[in-house]
């Protein structure tokens, strides 16, 4: 059992690299989905913790009633969604699905890890060495 925490070594990513980071190959993409799956995240626009059911590829275009993401944050939030091309998180239940940008939302700290860990973030000599993306 691990506790996530999010890097604060790293550095941003900058908005044009993006578009090469979640443009993921199917079996990447289902990785990622898996690894992300059950994880908390807490949403920049309402206050609370939402547990994270899956990810959906181009959020911004993603359709529900009548509408796409981006048009909703826009409308109703008041909120320009900067990257509609990347990863949401899908939150909610089974009845009533909800999609998220991933620009609007941060995973929640101190969550419990009970999967095995990815390489990345393996121990080297009694060291934990995450992994910075390049």
Known sequence: ???CQIP???PPVPP??????????PQQFM????FFKGVSVTLIHQLGLKKTRGLVPNA????????????YFKKARGRRIEYPN?????VGSKDRDEVIPAEMCIIAPDQRYTRKLPPEFSLLNNELIPQCPA
């Open 86 to 90: 990347i990863i949401g998180i899908q």
């Open 1 to 3: 059992m691990f506790l």
């Open 8 to 10: 604060t070594s790293c």
């Open 60 to 71: 911004g275009n993603f359709e529900f009633e009548n509408t796409t993401v981006k048009d």
């Open 16 to 25: 044009r690299e993006t578009r090469t980071i979640f443009n993921h190959q």
């Open 31 to 34: 990785q990622l989905k898996s």
